[in-house]
């Protein structure tokens, strides 16, 4: 069989991916350490793919604690070109409401302290990547496409606003975040996709908005039963979109 070249990297309220046949699981290491979970290779829908999830099988590793270089290093080195990377969101804009499933199609980062690059010691030469477009516009293409033709009423651009967590935000900071120009809010956007860019590997969001962010909706306060709630619901659109992507791609 041909070499999987497709990973899903999974978040909260997709630890696991249905309907993925699973044919084996590499525990792998890395020059930056382990990943967070072993990669996970499986069937779907009639081709091989890989998955990992991001806070562990068993959702232990908190967003500031995951260890991104590792994950996108180790996926990498399995010889992946694409990585659908599924988010977990807060809505920001009116368009957001949970349980909507949106393509990113820019980001601003503001985590601190996270192993962010590649590109740091014993470099031939100072390296800048070109970001102007985070997500590969070809793998969000394709993630539209068939949004249209499933019927998922997905927002197809927005901005990703990565926090550092594991606090979510105050309303202050989300009034802030939308004058900024963000969309939807997550803990993990980065910096997971400036990694894919360093090493050239094709990367887009299928974020699924959990919750109204601080301040946003009608509630006080943000309830985590809430977002788990909310996010299993809209996972499901999510594997539906999993299972034609892999055959199109
Ligand atoms: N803020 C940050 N990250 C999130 C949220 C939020 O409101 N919901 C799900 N992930």
Redesign the pocket.
């Known amino acids: 069989m041909k070499m999987p070249d497709l990973a899903i990297v999974g978040g909260?309220g997709l630890t696991a991916l249905n309907g993925l046949e699973i044919i084996q699981e590499k525990v792998v290491s890395t020059p930056y350490g382990e990943p967070s979970s072993p990669l996970v290779y499986g069937q779907l829908a009639d081709r091989e793919v890989v998955f990992l999830a991001r806070h562990g099988q068993k959702h232990t590793i908190p967003?500031h604690r995951i260890n991104y270089r590792a994950n996108i290093w180790a996926l990498k080195q399995a010889g992946i070109k694409h990585i659908v990377a599924v988010?977990?969101?807060?809505g920001i804009t009116t368009e957001m409401s949970p349980a909507r499933i949106v393509i990113p199609d820019q980001i601003i980062d503001y985590t601190s302290s996270r192993q962010h690059t590649y590109f740091e010691d014993n470099l031939a030469q100072v390296t800048h990547i070109d970001f102007t477009s985070p997500y590969d516009p070809f793998l969000r293409d394709q993630l539209i496409q068939l949004c249209r033709k499933t019927a998922i009423n997905a927002v197809e651009q927005g901005t990703y606003g990565a926090?550092q967590?594991p606090r979510?935000?105050t309303r202050a900071e989300i009034s802030r975040m939308e004058r900024d120009g963000c969309d939807i809010?997550?803990?993990t956007g980065m910096p997971e996709a400036a990694l894919a860019r360093e090493l050239e590997l094709g990367y887009a969001t299928c974020a699924v908005v959990?919750?109204?962010?601080?301040g946003k909706g009608d509630q006080a306060i943000?309830e985590m039963a809430e977002?788990e709630r909310t996010?299993g619901l809209g996972m499901g659109k999510v594997r539906t979109l999993l299972e034609q992507l892999v055959p199109s791609l």
Do not use: Q, R
């Open positions: 909260t967003p988010a977990a969101v807060g926090t967590g979510l935000e809010v997550g803990m959990a919750n109204w962010a601080a943000i977002i996010v």
